[in-house]
């Protein structure tokens, strides 16, 4: 795998709009494309090989808003995408897989109801991956804003004997604030757990992603990158 191969561009959908927000927080939305079925398009064009779809809408509300959107772009492109944001029942995770997606990511239902997240995971074996958002060192659920009492490895090691993919871990502080990626989290969770680990959060060069990808042997898979993106921080086209 190569570096570009390493990136996944980010789309975070908000309002049918694709945005970045600043630290999670939900008023914070900048606006990047008023039509995310052509930025999708446009990444798979640059030459991206994933893509993450974030439903910022149904993150804050506790399920999905934007399935006509995610539809819309899974039909529009070849390559796969991986969806997260409001994914708190079977059902909500059965409607996205019917749309076409390759992964779903989910976090907040697998602390709050680890009956039904058992429940996803065994009918969607090797589809499910577990996100680990984090602010200051514990677990936070609920898009971002109700943290729990588990650091993220334990976390992580609740769910790393059964069927899950693997893992996208966020650091809270630095997402949307291209202060570059918390590399020693990461790389502590990818060196304690035995599936892959998509790292994601404050991505503000090249060189943050340069000093993931030496880790990738330990078990970082990927980036999730964002904002770095839009703005220009990265040549993705160029790479």
């Given at each position: 795998?190569?570096?570009?191969?390493?990136?996944?561009?980010?789309?975070?959908?908000?309002?049918?709009?694709a945005?970045?927000?600043?630290?999670?927080?939900?008023?914070?939305?900048?606006?990047?494309?008023?039509?995310?079925?052509?930025?999708?398009?446009?990444?798979?064009?640059?030459?991206?090989?994933?893509?993450?779809?974030?439903?910022?809408?149904?993150?804050?509300?506790?399920?999905?808003?934007?399935?006509k959107?995610?539809?819309?772009?899974?039909?529009?492109?070849?390559?796969?995408?991986?969806?997260?944001?409001?994914?708190?029942?079977?059902?909500?995770?059965?409607?996205?897989?019917?749309?076409?997606?390759?992964?779903?990511?989910?976090?907040?239902?697998?602390?709050?109801?680890?009956?039904?997240?058992?429940?996803?995971?065994?009918?969607?074996?090797?589809?499910?991956?577990?996100?680990?958002?984090?602010?200051?060192?514990?677990?936070?659920?609920?898009?971002?804003?109700?943290?729990?009492?588990?650091?993220?490895?334990?976390?992580?090691?609740?769910?790393?004997?059964?069927?899950?993919?693997?893992?996208?871990?966020?650091?809270?502080?630095?997402?949307?604030?291209?202060?570059?990626?918390?590399?020693?989290?990461?790389?502590?969770?990818?060196?304690?757990?035995?599936?892959?680990?998509?790292?994601?959060?404050?991505?503000?060069?090249?060189?943050?992603?340069?000093?993931?990808?030496?880790?990738?042997?330990?078990?970082?898979?990927?980036?999730?990158?964002?904002?770095?993106?839009?703005?220009?921080?990265?040549d993705?086209?160029?790479?």
């Amino acid at each position: 795998m190569g570096i570009k191969d390493f990136i996944i561009p980010a789309i975070d959908l908000q309002d049918g709009k694709a945005v970045r927000l600043y630290k999670g927080e939900k008023n914070s939305a900048k606006v990047y494309s008023e039509d995310p079925v052509l930025t999708a398009k446009s990444w798979e064009k640059k030459g991206a090989k994933y893509l993450h779809i974030v439903d910022l809408d149904g993150a804050f509300e506790g399920k999905p808003k934007n399935y006509k959107i995610v539809e819309k772009i899974v039909n529009s492109i070849s390559i796969p995408v991986e969806f997260g944001g409001g994914l708190r029942n079977f059902e909500a995770v059965e409607t996205m897989f019917k749309l076409g997606v390759d992964r779903v990511v989910i976090g907040s239902l697998a602390y709050q109801n680890e009956r039904e997240f058992m429940k996803i995971v065994e009918k969607f074996p090797n589809k499910v991956v577990l996100g680990i958002d984090a602010k200051d060192g514990k677990v936070a659920i609920k898009g971002w804003v109700e943290k729990t009492e588990y650091t993220p490895l334990e976390f992580a090691k609740k769910y790393q004997k059964y069927n899950i993919w693997g893992y996208l871990y966020t650091d809270i502080n630095r997402d949307g604030a291209l202060t570059g990626v918390n590399i020693e989290t990461t790389k502590k969770l990818a060196e304690n757990l035995e599936k892959p680990v998509i790292a994601s959060g404050g991505v503000s060069s090249l060189e943050d992603i340069k000093a993931l990808y030496q880790l990738k042997d330990y078990g970082i898979y990927g980036v999730v990158v964002g904002k770095a993106l839009y703005e220009k921080k990265i040549d993705f086209e160029n790479l």
